[in-house]
């Protein structure tokens, strides 16, 4: 694991100078405020890589994640709307996301479909089904007697720190677990290694597959949960090309595409890398069109930086 | 006499093709247009341009195959939409535009309010709000968008007679939770902000939760007037929304379409009024 | 004899286009060792593959300490007590040896978590009784393959089985290694285990096996003891006929110095000096891990070196990948044929032409189909590849003749200087020798010939001259007339003398 | 090569069954006019696709052809609007378009960046870039000496069949030709193969790959060109989203998104199935919501009927 170490303290070692630039560049960079105001807009995407990581780390990839963010944000506003308990909406949207997750690695799995093609029509069906859901419109959560705990999910703080944040390093620190600690996570990087090996060691393959899946339906479902909670209500198209920013977060981290190298740890970092620069390219008003070759310049670098040395 | 079955039938048939149907603004459109075509008795084939002059074209074309009486077309794009309506003309079928305009081909009949005249009006209120001098935010749409360049346009132009100054302009792509964030970074920039004008209310009101956040005082203008924004007027949340009147616009376009059917004159140009939605 | 813990009974086995099974029976004893042989595509580990659950049986049935038996699948298989160190390498690269090891049945404490102590003291153990020096915690892809073969075995130990099947364990091996499994082996016969034994080095057999049971094209040819049998009647039954001497050895006038490589340094290998005559073969010993193969892909450009000097034909030559290699006469045959060597998906034409497509294009890039055509016949008919047809995909040709087939395409890059880095791992006596015949033909052509090689009675039966690498360095040279096997050990092993 | 021949029959037979319901559905889709009407619609696809079909063979991916497409688009229609000359009008877009397309070939093997993450970053560059040269705004072709023989591209016919169906059938006869007549051909899919043995056989495999990445920049200014001509201008937003399109079409025709298998005949099927199923839906009247999870829907099925067998 050395040679991942010093490469994780590359990408930070990027993310430190980039950020020390900018700090010259904005004074109000590096304010406590600001740097909370980040980490809580970095949570969405952040929570929705780490579930990304578990799918990259097999060598799949999951482009729906946006897709479910909606469908499930959109069934937790309705039902808060028709005033369920707060739980209970909780937990339907999480088990829907989850069976959603399920259902992509079971195509995957079952069908024997590249990940790539199965989640791109999930995708598809996703996002239709969350507009015929919603007739196309935003609902709002309403006044329902949980309205107002549920934004605390999303808006409220606890010693000065906002909520998501909270949410964010919780969810870091079980997936850092399920990936170090446990069978489970062994099996994920065996999966992205070396599939027929993995199988041929008595693995279900399968069954590690659906897991994936399912851990990233379920984290997309959190990430709608907060998006839902901070905008009061839930967006029809809410979530469109956020896939896009999880796979560049978890890539920039260091995790490799084609799967069994890679971890939590530089996901994190990759996550920061994006929200800073969002945030960055805002504070500096830079006008949007750049905004768009700055942001594909300083990924470029980042990969750069952070790619694997050749083997020679 | 399947030929002529198709034929007959076809007068019952009008076609729609909107520009995206994954906004509300058009959704209402969509809606309003529905409302009066099931009214007036005509079936109404909705096809969505999803933002890509190519795919609006594409539907156009098929809506010729079908074999439709009349299309009524809300351009993805002023100039791109014109092979699209030739097309239509070619094939002897009325178009009628919707919101957004079209720089050639044979219009029957244009129903739209405009969008640089209500930038011009956010910009105005605006004004008439802060007085003579203030900071204020511009929350941009997706860039290259026709409805992003003419609501900034007007809104700018109607900044220009004022020392009212627009310390950030960024784009939130006409969403609503990249409205809370971008809004989030430039309140964390800007120390002094007296307004803020978005290209749409789903900035707006993305905005909108960056600022109660945030705990500050900032005058928030929003466009379309969707339900979520008019209610947030009236909680006084927002201050205005300028207001399109889509359901009108959708349901007008069909109403001139009938005309048109039954070989009526029409106007070129029908104009839907709009509107700054205050509270009262 | 007593009764065999394990019988198979008539299974077949049929693949697409391929009876690769048919009728066969093999029964296995306690305590004993069992070879199973043949040609390669003979079906060995079709059958082995059928008992550790890869595959699902056709026909045929599976008696297990007398009972019939169904396996499921490679994890009931494991739950049945039948281990399995697979032919190809089945190991995850970025996993550490460890992890490899236990992959699939970590320990795990009361809350679910990994117990790593546990685990890499355990593998520390397996690892000691191989005889191999490497800390559990190393990444795996560091080692070289020969090493990964190794942690292959210790994983198959760990299981603790009744029954542990060995597809050509010794493929990748040296006599070193060799000789620590050999004493694993006699401990797991002591344990009363029983064993199948894949080789095509049939030395081994009469060292270290029981009884023999041979294949041939999928049908079962006999079941023998051991002490019954002598080589010749092995090869007879595996061949189905005689085979003449296997190290046909002939004497040629070496010519000129033509190859010339000086102080050749990088990460892998030191000061290597030394040259190749026309018409020589100069064969190149070395322990696993000695750098042997570093070397030959330096010299081939496919490794960059950091200092030294390659001359052809007494010219200098600017070597900085495999391309320019071939454009000055270099070429190297891959001691890894399925993920270095071939491309499995493609034809056996395709993959032949592949390196000397620019002779066999016209003037607008344009393949000229019939040219090319002509080409690979005349190729499959020097070398006597046996495949249906040219365009068949290489995967599905034996082992022998995909070896045939990789260094075809070496040679139709008109080389001066062949480098062939175990060109006969995993493949059977009869193409064995009909590999060594074509060296030596290249050989009488004048060609000046590398040979890297693990089995030592290959390199003493075919080398003119032999040079040994111990830790990247050159730490002997031998004429074959003064060589002898304890000679090149010793030297191997770094002992000076 | 039997297997690939009897899965490129399956779609085949998988787009037949599928016309021929839809045909019972609407008397119209079976028209001659709707029929030129589809393949003109595919035809932007089906050449995007082409040059992607290239790109997949060696196990790599193309994300920012459609913003290549927007980038050439508005070059050449400014071009025109300033009334240059058509023809290099056309070759300076041509150009440029193979310029950005090495630029990611060379991105991608001298900086060995992960094509995925590469040509995202370019996606976002390219399109940024357009943006600043447009301002964001249609440029039209205008009425300069050559924008009615440029309109003819797009929308003129010959013989009755529009000229980007000819345009279509001679790229696919020229891709088909190299990628199985030539040298380059044949290298593409040893890459695709296995990179390690390709570069050991003495091949240039960075070349190679920027080849791939030039010949899709020139397919995705060709559809750029195109576009360009039937909508009488170029718009900065054109083509986002084409780039999945493109990927589903060489997907369904069979090519294996790892490499080094499938082709040009399996692309063309995979592109008029996307095309008829547009059409079809549109035909058939289904709303546009239900359009998408019909549409995700039948790219899951067709998949299905062409995913290879499994290993046993
Ligand atoms: N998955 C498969 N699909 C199709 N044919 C196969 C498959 N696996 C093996 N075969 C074929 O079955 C036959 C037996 O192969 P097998 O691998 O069992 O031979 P082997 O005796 O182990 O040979 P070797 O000594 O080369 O390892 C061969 O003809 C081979 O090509
Ligand atoms: N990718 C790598 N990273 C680090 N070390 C490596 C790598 N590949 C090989 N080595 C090391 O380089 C040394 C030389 O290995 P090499 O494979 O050349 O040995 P060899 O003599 O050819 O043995 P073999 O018979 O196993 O092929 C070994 O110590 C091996 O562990
Ligand atoms: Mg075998
Ligand atoms: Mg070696």
Redesign the pocket.
Known sequence: MNKEKIMKFKSIIGLVIFSIIVSFLSPRFLTVANILNVLRQTSINAVIAAGMTFVILTGGIDLSVGSVLAFTGAICASLLSAGTNLIIAILVSITIGALVGALNGLIISRGKIQPFIATLATMTIFRGATLVFTDGKPISIGNGKYAATFTKIGSGQFLGIPMPIYLMIVIFIICYFILTQTRLGRYIYALGGNEEATRLSGINTSKTKVYVYTISGILSTVAGIIVTSRLFSAQPNAGSGYELDAIAAVVLGGTSLSGGQGGIPGTIVGALIIGILNNALNLLNVSSYYQMIAKGIVILIAVLLDRKQT?Y | GQEESVGGDSTKKIGLVVSTLSNPFFVTLKEGAEAKAKELGYELIVLDSQDDPAKELSNVEDLVTKGVALILINPTDSDAVVNAIQTANNANIPVITLDRGANGGQVVSHIASDNIAGGKMAGEYIIEKLGASGNVVELEGIPGTSAARDRGNGFNKALESSQIKVVARQTADFDRTKGLTVMENILQAQSQIDAIFAHNDEMALGALQAIEGSGRNILIVGFDATEDAVKAVKEGKMAATVAQQPEKIGSLGVEVANKVINGEKVDSFVPVDLKLVVKE | MNKPILEMVGISKVFPGVKALDNVNLKLYEGKVMALLGENGAGKSTLMKILSGVYIKDEGEIFYKGEKNEIKGPKDAQEKGIAIIHQELNLIPNMTIGENIFLGREPVDRFGRIDWNKLYKESSYLLEKLGVNRDPKEIL???????QQMVEIAKALSLDAKIIIMDEPTD?L?DKETESLFKVINELKSENKAIVYISHRLKEIFEICDDVTVLRDGKFAGSEKVCNLNEDKIIEMMVGRKLTEQFPKIENEVGNVIFHVKNLTNK?VKDITFSVRNGEILGIA??????????AKTIYGAISKDSGQIYVEGKKVDINSPKSAIENGIVYVC?DRKTQGLILGLSVKENMTISSLDKLQNKMFIINKSKEEDYVKNYIDKMSIKTPSINQIIKNLSGGNQQKVAIAKALMTDPKVLIL??PTRGVDVGAKKEIYDLINQLKKEGKAIIM?S?EMPEILGMSDRILV?HQ?MISGEFDISNASQEKIMKSAVGMVG
């Open positions: 083997r | 892809g560091n080692l070289s393959i020969g090493e990748a040296t892998y070395g322990l696993m891990g000695s750098g042997r193969t570093e070397l001691e880095d175990e890297i693990s690498l990247g």
